[in-house]
């Protein structure tokens, strides 16, 4: 298993370019999210969804838009990039289970200039 | 929003036992966890204690909850330079159909040789 995957690695844009962030996870996880961390404020939660079809807004959801593809992937789109979105951006998902656990990608570094 | 607050750095000796302190405000809590970040990487689950016991004891490390105060910690034994790492605590949110986390803002555990 690859666990969750999460594409590009690094990406520069300038202000008011668009782009999409994908996120894919093959352990069969019904809830993925989108975080973004920041110095010392830790992981924010942009947008989440619960389960296939669904998509809900986290704490700081203003700028994004996301897609619930299929269960395996869930994107994440900057349509009009500005510098405050300057940040590293994680996807997330979780099983089903006893204690919740989420399991992270490595991240998305992403300047905006 | 919820706040969950730690301190932000916190240096230790090679050999020594560190703490990580957190406070939380969601006393409704189901779970809370500690979650460990390496440079460059993703988020991975340390440990997680239910929101009922008091101590959660797993090999070098001991989560202490004191609900009263909405206090965690999190103590590592015997610290190793491969510890050095930022660590994040976090609570479970219940009021959505996904397992949503509101995390602190991490601590940055440098391990000096």
């Known amino acids: 298993n690859a666990g969750v995957t999460q594409t590009p690695k690094f990406q520069v844009l300038k202000t008011g370019q668009s782009m999409t962030l994908q996120c894919a996870q093959d352990?069969?996880?019904?809830?993925m999210y989108w975080y973004r961390q920041d110095p010392g404020m830790g992981l924010r939660l942009i947008y989440y969804?619960?389960?296939?079809?669904?998509?809900d807004k986290g704490e700081v959801p203003n700028g994004y838009n996301v897609s619930r593809l299929n269960k395996r992937e869930f994107s994440l789109r900057l349509e009009s990039a500005a510098p405050s979105q300057t940040s590293v951006y994680f996807c997330?998902?979780?099983?089903?289970?006893?204690?919740?656990?989420?399991?992270f990608g490595p991240g998305t570094r992403l300047t905006v200039l | 929003g919820e706040d969950v607050e730690q301190s932000l750095f916190l240096s230790v000796r090679e050999g020594d036992s560190s703490v990580i302190n957190c406070t939380y405000t969601?006393?409704?809590?189901?779970?809370l966890y500690w979650y460990k970040q390496e440079p460059g990487a993703g988020l991975q689950l340390l440990t997680y204690?239910?929101?009922?016991?008091d101590m959660k004891q797993d090999q070098r490390l001991t989560v202490l909850l004191n609900k009263k105060d909405k206090h965690l910690s999190l103590r590592i034994a015997d610290t190793q330079t491969g510890d050095s790492a930022i660590y994040f605590c976090a609570e479970s949110m219940r009021e959505t159909g996904a397992n949503n986390l509101f995390f602190g803002t991490g601590t940055r555990l440098t391990v000096i040789p």
């Open positions: 969601d006393s409704s809590s189901t779970y």
């Open positions: 204690i239910f929101s009922n016991m």
């Open positions: 969804s619960a389960s296939e079809g669904t998509t």
């Open positions: 352990m069969n996880h019904n809830s």
């Open positions: 997330a998902s979780t099983r089903p289970g006893s204690y919740n656990e989420q399991f």
